[in-house]
């Protein structure tokens, strides 16, 4: 199991970026998909969620309204996109895949490496 993710970068505050997670070693369509996010010092968080039929998807309470996550089971590939960003959602971002079709409170068991977010005021 693989998980690729990409699209990281600099940005300044009300900017937007598009995160891409590339997965690959598991039959992607039939498993829930997560990003997670981490700031220096501070606990991960999960940000999004997406069920393997596109279902939900859930967003925690910081990103509503501005982040939205989709998935393209051809390409096997899953995005976030990120509009109106703040400082405060500086950090690495990474993305999971959970062990079955829908998101739920477990914790990921295959994680990518990872991808930074700056975003200056």
């Known amino acids: 199991v693989q998980l690729q993710a990409s699209g990281g970068g600099l940005v300044q505050a009300g900017e937007s970026l598009r995160l891409s997670c590339l997965a690959s070693?598991?039959?992607?369509?039939?498993?829930?998909i997560g990003w997670f996010r981490q700031a220096p010092g501070k606990e991960r968080e999960r940000v999004a969620c997406?069920?393997?039929?596109?279902?939900?998807?859930y967003y925690g309470e910081s990103v509503k309204g501005r982040f939205t996550i989709s998935r393209d089971n051809v390409r096997s590939t899953v995005f976030l996109q990120m509009n109106g960003l703040k400082p405060e959602d500086t950090a690495s971002y990474y993305c999971?895949?959970?062990?079955?079709?829908?998101?739920?409170?477990?914790?990921?068991?295959?994680w990518g490496q990872g991808t930074l977010v700056t975003v200056s005021s």
């Open positions: 997406i069920n393997s039929n596109d279902g939900g998807p």
């Open positions: 070693g598991f039959p992607f369509r039939h498993y829930a």
């Open positions: 999971a895949t959970y062990e079955g079709s829908y998101c739920d409170g477990s914790i990921p068991d295959y």
